[in-house]
Every structure is written in C-alpha cells, then in structure tokens.
C-alpha cells in the first residue's frame, strides 16, 4: 500500500505560478513513476508531466516549457513547478504513483484555479 499527500494548490492570477507537492509513503518498489494528472470539470482526467526515479520528465505538450516536474534525492517526493498558469490549467490535480510491478495509486487531488 502507498498513501499519496499532496499540497500546493490555490487560486492564481493569469501569468502566476504555483508549485505542487507529494509525498509518497508506504511499500515503495526502487523503480517507479510518479507524476501528475488533472482533471478539469465535465472533461476526462489528463496526464500532465511524469519523473522516473532514472531522472526521466516527460510533459504533455500543453504545459512543456511552462511547468517543470521535480523529484527529491530521495525520490518518494515529487513536485510540479508550474509558470505562466493559463485558464485552461485549471483543474484538481492528482497525484499518480506508477511502480513498475503492481498497482498504482493516486493522491486525493488538489485544486488549482486560474483566474483570468
């Protein structure tokens, strides 16, 4: 079992940034993906960014050049930095924990809300 704790979300200006956190605790296999999703009101959950514990980040297109993934040294935190926050960024954003045996897990979701 892995709990997912997230926090960092809030209410930004067009432009503003925020930066999200999760810790991750719990039965952690050594390699894992853990990132971000989100999921804005009457749309379908999207994934936004991922980080492996190799040091691989990927971004969805939307947000490459204005949000950076992050994870700590020792890799059971990750964090979404996230500049130039647009409208359309906002949504809850949940955290995902991606092992590579087992299930994975999700956080409960942060908001994040962008006002124009």
């Known amino acids: 079992q892995v709990r997912l704790v997230e926090s960092g979300g809030g209410l930004v200006q067009t432009g503003g940034s925020l930066r999200l956190s999760c810790v991750a605790s719990g039965n952690m296999f050594s390699r894992n993906t853990m990132g971000w999703y989100r999921q804005a009101p009457g749309k379908q959950r999207e994934w936004v960014a991922s980080a492996t514990t190799g040091g691989s980040a990927t971004y969805a297109d939307s947000v490459k050049g204005r949000f950076t993934i992050s994870r700590d040294s020792g890799r059971n935190t990750v964090h979404l930095q996230m500049n130039g926050l647009k409208p359309e960024d906002t949504a809850v954003y949940y955290c995902?924990?991606?092992?590579?045996?087992?299930?994975?897990?999700w956080g409960q979701g942060t908001q994040v809300t962008v006002s124009s």
């Open positions: 995902n924990f991606n092992p590579r045996y087992g299930p994975e897990y």
